[in-house]
């Protein structure tokens, strides 16, 4: 599944990157969350001893090697992709030889090619992001199986659906999860209570547990106070989508963009428009953040990570919010990996640091200093992931994502979806901001996405 352009947005953590450094560094532009503390210059002395014991643990394991041979490692991650904290404290903790932390930005999978092409330096372990693995899934014979470097005893930590996202058909798993975007429906208590709508997450939940249900819902809700239930028909196109594990193209290479599943997410999106639920705003605009801190928008489908966004947007509205299920089952937007090139050749290592890297500790230091939302399911057990968000009324938010990562549905995604989905999404905007007939719209939709196909 492809975000739609306000989703893509909304993954862009960082605008300026750090440079590529040639000595042991740790530059990170990963940025935290609003209700948790800011990275300090320093990692917190409660980091380090747990990388050490996880750092001892992986070159015990039984799956691991009992000894390391001295080992120069390269990591190229883009920024926000890890913890500041996490990363310094390893590259501090690293006594196996020279650790080199590179944070790029711009175009990381065009460097990462780049590199790729030269046959030139290639690093050790490299971030993928999860718009960018199904085209690296054609690739293989560029990367390391971690199948062969004994990661069986750790797979069970992550979900099953996602670990398919970097799996090749023949069986070969290319990268391990680093973090996941469970979906949820955030709401404004206060603006609910006011429309005589349930507030509890529980109770909102089951008033809205359908699509049907949910437009319901709205249409009480605009009828009471005035207010929309989504931003725009596009983004909610793409919730839909996720939602069914419904793509454009399918593996064998054909068009499904016509589908009766497609159909079904566009008349969907249609008939809500129809309804006066949709606010036709860009996510993410001035527009946006003045319509949900007024109370005009007080409903939002977004992931995990989107709460750092609605924390950044209207953080005078602390207090007031709470998330629960999405209408007719989770979605995932956004996540990305942790990859260990073939051409590297220290892979043992390599697999050593990445269990560091993605274990219960890190992970949850990843959630507080950037919001990005743990693939390990051992880290939901940390601390920092149960404490309650004030943001969030003292609500358990992490519970409520960590329900819909379990029940995930497994997505193809070709790497020709971008480029055959736009045409629809571009179609929807046509609806919402030029009144364009839904049926034409529909049409030209499926001709322009037939032909981005076969333009290759």
């Known amino acids: 599944m492809t975000p739609t352009t306000s989703q893509g947005r909304r993954l862009t953590r960082v605008a300026a990157a750090c440079a590529m450094m040639l000595s042991v560094v740790a530059c ?20 380090a001893p747990s990388v050490a014991a996880a750092t001892s643990a992986a070159s015990a394991s039984a799956s691991a090697p009992a000894s390391l041979a001295p080992a120069d490692l390269n990591v190229w991650l883009w920024p926000g992709a890890l913890s500041d904290n996490t990363v310094k404290s390893v590259t501090a903790g690293y006594t196996n030889g020279t650790l080199s932390a590179s944070v790029i930005g711009d175009n990381f999978k065009q460097k990462l090619l780049t590199a790729f092409t030269a046959n030139s330096g290639i690093p050790d372990i490299t971030g993928i992001k999860g718009e960018d693995m199904p085209y690296f899934l054609q690739k293989p014979e ?27 058909p023949d069986g070969k798993l290319l990268g391990l999860p680093i973090d996941i975007g469970p979906t ?56 839909i989508l ?19 599943a497609v159909r079904k997410a ?24 003045s319509a949900v801190s007024a109370g005009k928008l007080p409903t939002i489908l977004g992931a995990a990570w989107h709460a750092g966004d609605i924390k950044g947007s209207v953080a005078d509205t602390s207090g007031k919010w709470r998330v629960t299920q999405m209408p007719g089952g989770p ?37 507080t200093d950037t919001g990005n939302f743990p693939a390990n399911s051992a ?15 003292g609500q358990d938010v992490v519970s409520q994502f960590a329900t819909a990562s379990k029940n995930m549905p497994t997505v193809y995604t070709s790497p020709l979806d971008g480029v055959v989905s736009a045409p629809f999404y571009t179609e929807l905007n046509n609806v919402e901001s030029s009144s364009k007939d839904p049926e034409q719209a529909w049409k030209d939709a499926v001709d322009a996405a037939k032909a981005a196909l076969a333009a290759g």
């Open 28 to 47: 990170s532009g990963s940025t935290a969350s609003p209700s948790a503390p800011a990275a300090s210059a320093s990692a917190p002395a409660s980091v």
């Open 142 to 168: 560029l990367f390391t199986d971690l199948n062969t470097l004994g990661v069986s005893d750790i797979l069970s930590q992550f979900p099953d659906w996602k670990l398919k996202a970097a799996t090749t």
């Open 184 to 239: 949820g429906l955030f709401y404004r208590e206060d603006v609910l209570a006011k429309a005589g709508l349930p507030t509890d997450p529980a109770a909102v939940q089951a008033a809205t547990s359908t699509w049907a249900d949910y437009f319901t819902f709205g249409e009480k809700l605009k009828a009471k106070t005035g207010a929309f239930l989504e931003v725009n028909i596009q983004d909610l196109f793409g919730m």
């Open 242 to 260: 996720a939602q069914n594990g419904t793509g454009f193209v399918d593996q064998n290479g054909k068009f499904i963009g016509d589908s009766a």
């Open 266 to 289: 566009w008349d969907t999106v249609i008939d809500a428009r129809k309804r006066g639920l949709t606010a036709g705003l860009q996510d993410g605009s001035p527009d946006w953040a």
């Open 331 to 367: 979605a995932n937007v956004g996540g990305s990996f942790l990859t260990i090139p073939a051409a590297s050749t220290n892979k043992e290592a390599a697999m050593a640091l990445i269990r560091v890297l993605l274990n219960a500790q890190s992970e949850a230091q990843m959630f």
């Open 379 to 393: 880290a939901f057990d940390q601390p920092a992931l149960k404490a309650p968000d004030a943001f969030f009324g």
